[in-house]
Nanobody, 129 residues
Framework: QVQLVESGGGLVQAGGSLRLSCAASGLIFNNYFMGWFRQAPGLEREFVAAVTWSGANTYYQDSVKGRFTISRDNAKNTVYLQMNSLKPEDTAVYYC??????????????????????WGQGTQVTVSS
């Protein structure tokens, strides 16, 4: 079965950095568009970043642009989210997600969590002031 396992979350002070990892198994990794989403208490799950099959193209939520970097290592079946200059408002549970947009029956929106097929369990990121 498909499994996405996140790691790297934790507690950091504002201005600090974290690197999240998402290890995928049970799929042909380079066939999947990968994304990171986050959800704070009481709020809807929101898009953070996404990366295309080879890693050539990336997409970001405006609030994290210039601070976060998404990347993937297809040889390791792993996607990363490097988070720098963290702010308290970045506090949330971060989720890794995967989808095959080429096989998607409808119109694919990389920023829409409902368009993704598989999800990790989430990892907590807490940024203190």
């Amino acid at each position: 079965q498909v499994q996405l396992v996140e790691s790297g979350g934790g507690l950091v002070q504002a201005g600090g950095s974290l690197r999240l990892s998402c290890a995928a198994s049970g799929l042909i990794f380079n066939n999947y568009f990968m994304g990171w989403f986050r959800q704070a208490p009481g709020l809807e799950r929101e898009f953070v970043a996404a990366v295309t099959w080879s890693g050539a193209n990336t997409y970001y939520q405006d609030s994290v642009k210039g601070r976060f970097t998404i990347s993937r290592d297809n040889a390791k079946n792993t996607v990363y989210l490097q988070m720098n200059s963290l702010k308290p408002e970045d506090t949330a549970v971060y989720y890794c997600a995967a989808v095959r947009p080429r096989a998607y029956s409808g119109t694919f929106y990389y920023y829409d969590y409902k368009d993704y097929e598989y999800w990790g369990q989430g990892t907590q990121v807490t940024v203190s002031s």
